[in-house]
């Protein structure tokens, strides 16, 4: 039941908040270890969280895990996505939005290096050290939609300016609940870097 209500019962990252405002918080977050899968979701079917199911299966969440070892690997929240828009180029060939989207999920803390986490059966799922970042972040609640997540990008994007900081990169959207958590207790944010 706690799952439906919301309730987060799995290991987040760890992170310091450096600041705090009304609208926005600077977190600093400790180096991680992620698995992540780049794809364009018109190969799996128009769906931009397609992705999920391959990561799923890498970790064992769905059945028998699909890495070398065969262990099954503890979920994590949140969920990462962020899209990447792709230069135009011609001719253009079957590349309906130009765009690909990469998902990660953040392995559990015992996995420091690269090499310390089971080998990904599925040479789409890539191994990645994340260093020490800082974002700005912002949360929010209900169905993390592309309408509300632009909203929400565009105001913390000037809330950081107006501010002073420097964005240093693109946003990524962080889901922290099951797709059943009922949408008023869901649990997201929206996280731009910065210097």
Not at 100 to 106: E, G, P, Y
Not at 134 to 163: I, T
Request: no cysteine; net charge neutral.
């Amino acid at each position: 039941m706690g799952m439906v209500l919301g309730k987060i019962t799995v290991a987040t990252p760890k992170y310091q908040v450096l600041h705090s405002t009304d609208d926005y918080e600077i977190r600093q977050y400790s180096p991680s270890l992620a698995a992540e899968v780049t794809y364009d979701p018109s190969e799996l079917k128009g769906n931009k969280d397609g992705g999920f199911t391959i990561l799923a299966n890498y970790i064992g969440a769905m059945g028998n895990p699909r890495n070398t070892k065969t262990e099954k690997i503890d979920m994590t929240a949140p969920v990462i996505t962020k899209a990447e828009k792709i230069d135009m180029t011609a001719p253009v060939v079957t590349k309906e939005s130009g765009e690909r989207v990469t998902m990660q999920f953040i392995l559990p803390e015992k996995y420091k290096k690269a090499e310390e986490a089971p080998k990904p059966v599925d040479e789409r799922v890539v191994i990645k050290e994340e260093g020490e970042r800082k974002y700005g972040v912002v949360g929010f609640s209900g169905v993390a939609n592309e309408a509300v997540v632009k909203e929400k990008v565009d105001k913390l994007k000037k809330d950081l300016e107006r501010d002073g900081y420097k964005v240093a990169g693109e946003f990524v959207l962080a889901r922290y609940n099951p797709p059943w958590t009922l949408p008023p207790f869901r649990t997201n944010e929206v996280m731009i870097p910065v210097e």
